[in-house]
């Protein structure tokens, strides 16, 4: 099976960014690790040369690391290949330039991410407003330390928490102490 | 600003929440002068049920039973996806027969869901005839569902590994039938709905979009076809054994209402021949690989990105695996997170209060996707 399209796209990048770790992952699929000052003039320069297709923007925290790590995906119509782009911010006070003045969509991912995982992005103006959840002022409820079952239980008021605890055989989240 | 026109003032409208037609929970705010739509904002969060955060804390096998309830009217794609991450990062081999079998399964889902479709945006347009039929219609092929799989709509049929049941006994001829009575049908329903003036009337030249701001604005599958651009998962990023089976894929360029309801009627007459191809071709074997002990199968740690052509456009499932009993993090990228969003806030802009409704059906919005 031969990866040439996909070499060509691992060529583009490294020319105009040495500092980017590109892989190919498996046909049709490129994997970009950059640090977080370089991903929009990545996003914007592989956009002029054909990755017109804003996918999506995943999050996933990495709490034992003490990040959150961004991908962000597109997709070329032409050349039909995947590049992921990722990059890391830090749990507290990450924040991370927006894409909307690349892509109107990213606005929309951005919002998402900035209520499920306390990311901010910079000059994205709806990002105070609210998305999808309504009515909300606790922590941001994707991230791994938040455990949804102690949630209701403290929510809803039980009388008693720990005997309610017992019950459900629950445990907050302590992976990330374990190291 | 004339004497004539002060008089009508502007008015802030609610769509919505409760199911502006038969979409789901999804609400608009409406600015409008008279009826004229200045600005439009979409809300969703009215179905969110944390199905991410629960994927995490349930062992893989276990969030079978959930993914197909992402997407209400066409569930078959979120199981597909599911079991195809899961299966790639795994490294877990599919039988040939179960893969014809998903092939088959994602078609007759694509089939239902396009006629729901049509009934939608036909009753959205005062059109009752239409949803009957397409509800009526529908039920026949939901018969073969429940065959098959046990369930009529949520049918937790897909697992990694495979397909849960081989095909029942004589279900081969029963579905060629409902397929045969379907294609009969599909003169009735082109003249039932796109000959009728009051159907182009309405939907020819409304809620266009161009084609160059559609690809930017992320827009997918069949309402990027109507925009005469011709980009398919199925073909441009082939998974299971798509790249074996011939098939069409019908472009249209109005950009419009009228595009994007023709292109749904064309795919399914597409849909049924690949269907067809897939009871003639489907090799003979097992169905299903089994990945050992549910409670302790662990999967090898990676990311990856899956994406398959839904009814509604691409739908991706972004997986990683810390190496894990369980998911590590499972991202839901659903078509309607663009199309419902930002694409309907910009296009409702200049329409009339009474397009709303249309105009949020031609673009197939699922407000489950959104949510998640």
Known sequence: ????????????????????????????????????????????????????????????????????????????????????????????????????????????????????????????????????????????????????RLFSAEFYDQEDLESEALRLKIQPYKGHLKK | MNGKNEIIREFEYFIGPQHPGITGNFSIKLKAKGDVILEAEAR??????????????????????????????????????????????????????AQWIRVMVLEMSRIQAHLSYLGGISGALGLYTAPQWMTGDRDYLLDRFEELTGARVYHIYTTPGGVRRDLPEGFEDRLRETLDYIEKRLTDYYRLIFDNPVFQKRTIGVGTMDPDWAIENGVTGPNLRACGIKADVRIDDPYLVYDQIEFEVPTETGCDMFSRAMIRFQEIQQSINIVRQVLDRMPKGPFLNKPGNPLMWRVPAGDVYVRVESSKGEFGYYIVSDGGVKPYRVHVRGPSMTHGIHVIETLLVGQRVADVSPIMFSLDICPPDIDR
Not at chain 1, 18 to 46: M, S
Request: net charge negative; with cysteine.
């Open chain 1, 1 to 148: 099976m031969s990866l040439e399209k996909e070499q060509k796209v691992v060529d583009l990048i490294k020319v105009s960014f040495e500092d980017a770790e590109a892989e190919i992952q498996r046909e049709r699929r490129v994997k970009v690790k950059v640090a977080p000052n370089r991903v929009f003039p990545l996003v914007a320069y592989l956009k002029g040369n054909g990755f017109k297709h804003f996918v999506a923007i995943s999050a996933v925290d990495w709490i034992r690391d003490g990040e959150i790590e961004l991908v962000y995906h597109l997709w070329n119509y032409d050349e039909k290949v995947h590049v992921m782009i990722k990059t890391r911010v830090p749990r507290d006070g990450g924040s991370m330039p927006t894409l909307k003045p690349l892509f109107n969509q990213a606005e929309t991912y951005e919002r998402d991410i900035h209520e499920f995982f306390g990311v901010h992005f910079e000059g994205n103006e709806k990002l105070d407003r609210e998305f999808i959840l309504e009515d909300w002022d606790g922590p941001p409820p994707m991230r791994k330390d938040f455990d949804t």
């Open chain 2, 44 to 97: 969703p969060g009215y179905l969110h049920r944390g199905f991410e955060k629960l994927m995490e804390q349930r062992h893989w096998i276990k969030n079978v039973p959930m993914v197909c309830r992402i997407c209400v009217p066409d569930p078959d794609p979120n199981e597909v996806l599911y079991a195809m991450g899961v299966e790639e990062l795994a490294g877990l081999e599919v039988p040939e027969r």
